[in-house]
């Protein structure tokens, strides 16, 4: 810190150990008493599932995504290579989600309800002429996502960020074409809409000044050393408190607002985060890094239900049967023996 210019700003933030990630894309244009969410990323942290016999480095390196992590050098793994996770256990390898460390965007925008919505437009107009952005939060649980309930706002992106829920590997490359061009169609509505109301532009040197010295403060930006932990998927049985969101106006451009993240609404008491997985030809619960025989069928928070015999029955109303180290867990979420996503 001491080697970083004097007069600029930079931010130390609280830790959030919330398990979910998403990047919420919000627009509305000029003169409307509304806006839209028109996009949401769910950023899937790196990880692997223990087996009981190999170390967190032997399971990255039959990781189809895992074994790139820290080949730059830049971006370590946050756990004990050399330790043995439980079978079933499942380990973080980052305390971020981007994809510069391997994590995994999945395109969630069919997610997005009227309630989520209004709550980032209620956020987004306390902002003085804020009309388009990107919010990415730190969320316990699905569900209360898109009630607009419960998260915590890590960072607001202006004008320039990008619609990375166009970056899930399961588009084709014309939906993800799709999602750019229409977000850029809209930009430019937005644009001409501000210059119509008397908004007058920066010129390209200033605009030019602004991001080279963007990159060299970047360059100079004080380093973190991260000790090895275990990045167990945390709890959700704890009780947060409420709290609301300061936003202190330090001038008309995005990047002078200062962020106080808190989290917007009381959420009630929920059950601690259980998985499910098929170990050995049977079907076990896994919570707190416990592993016990499944006693019941569950029906899991997005609908889907999965019986005691490994049958799946998905909430479209597919079934599917889950083979020796596929696991779900408890928002639904299918992965397989490597531990990656499945759709």
Known sequence: MKAYPQGEQFVIQDWLADAGEAGIFYMRQPGEPRGQVIGLLLREFPRVVGDGMRTVAELMAAHPRARRLGRDGASEPCCDLAAVPRGGEVVRLATVASTRVDGLYRDGTGLVTPELTAVMDMISQDMKDFHVGRFDVKYSHLDAL??????????????????????????????????????????????????????????????????????ALIARYPPIKLTPVWCDRPSRGSRLSSGSLHLNPKGSNMNKYSLTPAILTLSAT??????????????????????????????????????????????????????????????????????????
Do not use: C
């Open 146 to 215: 898109r009630a607009g309930n419960v998260f915590r706002i890590i960072e607001v992106n202006g004008a320039g960020s990008e619609a990375v829920h166009a970056w899930d590997p399961d588009l084709s490359l014309r939906q993800a074409y799709g999602i750019v061009f229409d977000k850029r169609r809209r930009l430019f509505a937005i644009g001409d809409a501000m210059r119509r109301l008397g908004q007058a532009p920066v010129g390209w040197s200033v605009l030019l000044h602004h991001h080279f010295k963007q990159q």
């Open 270 to 343: 929920t059950a601690m985060a259980q998985d499910i997985m098929m170990k050995d030809g049977k079907m076990m619960t896994m919570k707190d890094g416990q592993s016990m025989a499944m006693e019941k069928d569950m029906t899991m928070s997005n609908g889907n239900k999965i019986m005691m015999d490994g049958t799946v029955m998905m909430k479209d109303g597919k079934k599917m049967e889950m083979k020796d180290g596929m696991m779900m867990d408890d928002d639904g979420l299918m992965m397989d023996h490597n531990g990656m996503m499945m759709k």
